[in-house]
């Protein structure tokens, strides 16, 4: 069975502070795709990134950074000088081969205080 | 490009009445999805729909829930009665892949907020 844990329930940093959101991953596929999301207050999920089983190579977008360990399980999520647009919910999901729906963690709340 | 449209935003009904949300995918997406998110709780699938055909329901609530998506487009999803515990936020995605292809992106709508009083 597949499953997303996002460990960090609550993270609260002040403006230009770099920050780290965790996510560990559990599946038995040997292809399957990662992604996170982000719920602003709004609601709506934004798309932020996805990435595919074969390809552990970091991104980096802007002030955003992602870092695929398969060795661990893990791709988590850097914001790099926080600013208080990035307060949000944040979602790592998980989905096979072949466009199956999103498992997802529980998300992350970060709160950028200025 | 138009995103994932929703209606309506936010509803409040009494516990045992009918309640009908739509959904508008991105134009020219096969899948779509509705999803059902609880407060502090990740989204989990309700049902995922390939053109017209329902590919996965398996977590549908079915003495309650129903969805139809006719023509392959506009989807709606409709709860009959209402539980108070159906209190949460129903999100509708789509995306452009098909069962044989990869994953494709699932982009969100923005909501529809049910509070069950």
């Known amino acids: 069975a597949q499953k997303v844990t996002q460990a960090q329930t609550e993270i609260s940093v002040v403006e230009k502070e770099d920050v780290t959101l965790d996510c560990v991953y559990e599946?038995?596929?040997?292809?399957?795709?990662l992604f996170w999301y982000k719920q602003p207050p709004s609601g709506e999920l934004v798309f932020l990134i996805r990435?595919?089983?074969?390809?552990?190579q970091n991104e980096i977008s802007g002030r955003y950074s992602w870092n695929f360990q398969k060795s661990t399980s893990s791709f988590n999520f850097t914001i790099t000088a926080s600013q208080v647009v990035d307060s949000a919910v944040y979602f790592c999901?998980?989905?096979?081969?072949?466009?199956?729906?999103?498992?997802f963690g529980k998300g992350t709340r970060l709160s950028v205080i200025a | 490009e138009a995103g994932v449209a929703q209606s309506p935003r936010y509803k409040i009904i009494e516990k045992r009445q009918s309640v009908a949300f739509w959904c508008n995918p991105i134009?020219?997406?096969?899948?779509l999805y509705w999803y059902q998110q609880i407060l502090g709780q990740g989204p989990k699938l309700l049902i995922q729909?390939?053109?017209?055909?329902?590919?996965?329901d398996s977590q549908l609530p079915k003495d309650r829930f129903s969805a139809e998506r006719l023509k392959g487009v506009d989807s709606t999803l409709k709860i009959q009665p209402a539980k108070l515990e159906d209190s949460a936020v129903y999100l509708c995605?789509?995306?452009?892949?098909?069962?044989?292809?990869?994953?494709?992106?699932?982009?969100f709508g923005p909501g529809t907020r049910l509070l069950v009083l």
């Open positions: 999901a998980l989905s096979e081969l072949g466009n199956t729906p999103l498992v």
């Open positions: 990435r595919n089983s074969f390809d552990e």
């Open positions: 599946t038995r596929d040997t292809t399957y795709y």
């Open positions: 729909f390939q053109n017209n055909g329902v590919v996965d």
């Open positions: 995605a789509s995306s452009s892949a098909d069962r044989a292809s990869y994953a494709e992106t699932q982009y």
């Open positions: 134009s020219g997406h096969a899948t």
